[in-house]
């Protein structure tokens, strides 16, 4: 009886018992299914994707082809929308391809001028640096990138990479040693000295075509929607299956993408293809905002990579029981490339809170107080990125200060004040980067021949400290 009348309280309060519950339909097992797979795919496919969005904003936005070079011809502005660019660097960039055999990328001597390099495969992973931190040691040299299972000869010569996929890019910096006119366009005419070219015409390699993309729109931010898949198929169609990665076949199968079959979704498909994006995108937007391991204790800044990601990366992904897909896929919502040798040509840190532990808010204004006696061989820089993009705020003609900034004011112990707010406090026009008051912000601290101090801890960037409220 007392089941009974418990039976009739559920009916009469409107719940039914486990037992009169529906299974879920097909449909409904479908959808759910290509939810769940599609937030694990954004979140493995983030590198690839990542690099295809480049790839593709170049082929569309600019007459640069594979194996030429895309540069910019002054330090970048907001229009490019790479995520967190370096405005403070001469860029050029190599979408290289060795499906039809093997290519060559020649960095010259650092005489005149200095790269730093690296080059990755499609998951930007890194194969090697170049110039002065690189495998070339600044002697300059010819990094010979061979295709998946090659097995011709290789000259004597070259600084041979084996990449496990057909394409990838060399991200080339060259280093600048101010903002002046003059040495904008050293840095850019010694850049121009790179060559790429297949090694079957090394014999005579004809001229390396250049393609100037300052001033152009060039969008390659993370879409969180149902393209996304759109350029993940593009390379699961374009490249082979890497061993670590088989186990995801079936798993994008389930949301379309097969390789040697056309990626159309329907419309449901497409639905469910973006609500696990946008799930993907809190995922990955709740572990960045966790924090990294910070670079000293009670201080917000921290290395621009999870260690485990660096580990794994620079190691080549060898470690049977380690592959930290997470730590991947976070990391390359913030930015790109890959660095063999962290630490040697340049440091990142990165921070998105202030001092009180807030995130930046664009309405009001902080300062960052950079010590004296900065370890670095070369410059240190600090960025404004969007925090919702992390790309160069949008329509703001001035995104960093850095030591090789014109008319930076130094305190009188050689210390450095940077103010980021809407506008500049009285008398800091010179030291201030504008913030957009509508939206929120992060920073990238940038060290060019980062210094023993800085590991050592000896020397420590403090946090952040908000002035006032616009």
Known sequence: MVRIALLGL????GAAPASAQQDPTPQELHRRAVERRAVEAVIWGMPAVN???MLQAMLSSTKAKVNE????SRPVNWKNQTLTPNPDSIYLMSFWNVKDGPVVIEIPPARGGSIAGNIVDAWQMPLEDAGPAGAD???GGKYLILPPGYEGKTPAGYIVLHSGTYSGFALLRSNLASHANADIERSVAYGRQIRVYPLSRAADPPPTPFTDAYDILFDSTIRYDASFFGNLDHVVQTEPWLDRDRVMIDQLRTLGIEKGKPFNPDQETRNALD?????ARTFLAERYDQGFPVINEGIRWFPAALPEMVQAAQGGYADPNSYPVDARGVTYTLGFTGIKRLGTAQFYLMANKDKAGDAFDGGATYRLTVPAKAPVRQYWS???YDRQTHALVRNVDRASLA????GTHLNGDGSVDVFFGPKAPAGQEANWVPTDPKGSFELLFRLYGPEKPLFDKSWKLPDVEKVTKD
């Open 51 to 53: 690099a295809d969005l």
């Open 403 to 406: 030591s090789i900034s014109p």
């Open 10 to 13: 559920m009916l009469l309060a």
């Open 382 to 384: 600090v960025t404004v």
């Open 137 to 139: 040691h600044g002697k």
């Open 69 to 72: 070079i895309v540069y910019w």
């Open 275 to 279: 609500a696990g994006a946008k799930e």
